[in-house]
Nanobody
Framework: VQLQASGGGLVQPGGSLRLSCAAS????????MGWHRQAPGNQRMLVAT???????NYADSVKGRFTISRDNAKNTVYLQMNSLNPEDTAVYYC?????????WGQGTLVTVSS
């Protein structure tokens, strides 16, 4: 299984970005999908998750600003990020759970700066 993330870049504070992550390869039955992020000098942290049925969970720091969604037919997960601030600067990693393991994408850099 391979995951290809895209959509990162440089954005001004208050701006928006939409990340995408498409899975390919030996896809049988994907369970949860989601995003983590890792800022410089910090540990990787959970940003958002979404179950196959569409139930979502968010880190407190992004609630109300970020929206996770998925297209099961395309094996793709999205992260719409609004009202971005400099504290959101990080490498964003997508993942999916397909038993018995978790697969990770390569990461996409989001930089929020004026």
């Amino acid at each position: 299984v391979q995951l290809q993330a895209s959509g990162g870049g440089l954005v001004q504070p208050g701006g928006s970005l939409r990340l995408s992550c498409a899975a390919s390869g030996s896809i049988f039955s994907i369970n949860d999908m989601g995003w983590h992020r890792q800022a410089p000098g910090n540990q990787r942290m959970l940003v958002a998750t979404i179950t196959r049925s569409g139930s979502t969970n968010y880190a407190d720091s992004v609630k109300g600003r970020f929206t996770i969604s998925r297209d099961n037919a395309k094996n793709t997960v999205y992260l719409q990020m609004n009202s971005l601030n400099p504290e959101d600067t990080a490498v964003y990693y997508c993942y999916l759970d397909q038993r018995p393991r978790r697969y990770w994408g390569q990461g996409t850099l989001v930089t929020v700066s004026s």
